[in-house]
């Protein structure tokens, strides 16, 4: 049987990061100066997600570097620390006004939270939830959320800031419940240090416009990184494979019967690795981690069990 990609073998590659802030909101640098750390250092898009004001500084644009509209919103939980923070990505740029400023919506706490996604959703963006561990949020103040694209599941800023950026237990929590939500590595970049570049998304798309950047997106052909590359991942008969730069190990994450990991030889690597499914799986996913402990996550592959 033929391998099954989840990556189409005619797209290309974009690197970018889906969530930043400028002197727009409480960045340190403007908009031009952020979006010249990423274009210079090889990222092909860039959102920039000031807080409660839409942005699309498509002047930025140059052939292999596009800025990406967007904005972050904050619902509030009345409880010390506590937020629900979204970013909204526009799909096309178009319909939505340069800096205009977006109110949150009324409402707090989950209901809050999903009006905001609800809002982005009727008015053509995808929705992205941030940083939950920085947030303070449990898995019961977000269990009942819906409809959102994606949730943070690395965020560089927050995980330089004071280490609240790793958390998967959320997102695999909605996974299990078959809720289709994808992970996202982001910067959520301020510029207060060198809080950049740390966390990306790789996105196998035809080219590099908003349009078909966000159709990738939204359709899961991305995977997030913080070093490692994934060079395939997919469906081969009853078994899932993964092709990837040199890594200490290979994770393949599964429910409701358990993955399975494989590690290379101390001193040496692996760049492939299969794992036979059971025939129950809800899902399959994939992490890759380096010799550093640099980490790739893949989407979940879901079957419809
Ligand atoms: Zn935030
Ligand atoms: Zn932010």
Redesign the pocket.
Known sequence: MARESVYCKDNKWFKGNL?S?TTRSDGRLSPPEVAEIYRTRGWNFLAI?D?DLYSYWEELNTDDFIIIPGI?IEVKIPKPWHCH?I?GIHRTGRGARHLERIAPPEGIEAAGAQAAIDNFQAENYLSIY?HPLWSRVEWEDVSELRNFTAIEIYNH?CERENRTGLHLDHWDSFLRRGVKVWGVATD?THQWDEDYCGGWIMVNAPQLTVEDISKAIEAGRFYSSTGPVITDFGLDGGQVYIECSPAAAIHFVAFESRGKSFYAEPGETISSAVHNLRGDELFVRAEVVDANGRTAWTNPIFFNR
């Open positions: 969530h802030h997600t807080h972050e923070h970013v941030c800023g959520d």
